[in-house]
Structures are given as C-alpha cells and as structure tokens.
C-alpha cells in the first residue's frame, strides 16, 4: 500500500513580496529550500497562518540568503507582506517505509533566514 505522508516543512515563514504579474508560483530563498530538502518546480502547499487560504503551486529558486518568499502570480491574492505562512510538501511511498520516514523541518528566524 503507497501512502501521503509529510516530506518536507518550512514552519513559519514570513511573506516578503507579492507579485500579482507574475507566471505564477511561490519564490523561496535557496538556504530554506535546501534546508527543508525541496528542489525547484517541487509542488508545495502554503498554508497562510494569517488568513487561513491553503495553495497549491510550485517553488522557484530565491536568491540564497535573502530570505524571500514571494506570492507569485494568482498566489499573491492569497496572502500579504508580512503573513506567515506554513510552506508544505508531501511524498507517496510504501506504509511500512512511511513509518522510518523523518521529515525535513526547518524554523525559519527573522528575516526568513536559518541561522
């Protein structure tokens, strides 16, 4: 049996840009995708912790160090500057695998950076 579980998590980061007239689609810092093991085009949900509005879109690659997170595209109606978001991935495997299975977590500080 393939089960959904949790792969990766950004708990908590802050929405630094909205960009309306954009393709579309969540731009993160690079330091925060890697830390939470999510690669570019990975499809995600965000869950506003402001107004409780969950996507789903995909990530594109920010600047490394920066600590962006831009709403891009139909996504930027779904959130401000300033809100937090909850930044989700999931993967399907075997149930007997989920259950070894250890999430990548990341806790963004000030400024959505890691360290």
Do not use: W
């Not at 980061?13 to 954009?22: K, P």
């Not at 085009?41 to 920010?62: A, D, M, P």
């Amino acid at each position: 049996m393939q089960i959904e579980i949790l792969k990766s998590k950004v708990h908590r980061a802050v929405i630094t840009e909205a960009n309306l007239n954009y393709i579309g689609s969540l731009t993160l810092d690079e330091d925060l995708m890697d830390g939470a093991n999510l690669i570019e085009n990975e499809k995600v949900q965000i869950v506003n912790v402001n107004n409780g509005s969950r996507i789903e879109t995909y990530l594109i690659k920010g600047k490394r160090g920066s600590g962006v997170c831009c709403l891009n595209g139909p996504a930027a109606r779904q959130g401000a500057v300033g809100d937090t978001v909850i930044i989700i991935a999931y993967a399907t495997m075997d149930f007997e695998e989920a259950k070894q299975f250890k999430p990548a977590i990341v806790f963004p500080k000030e400024g959505n950076l890691l360290s």
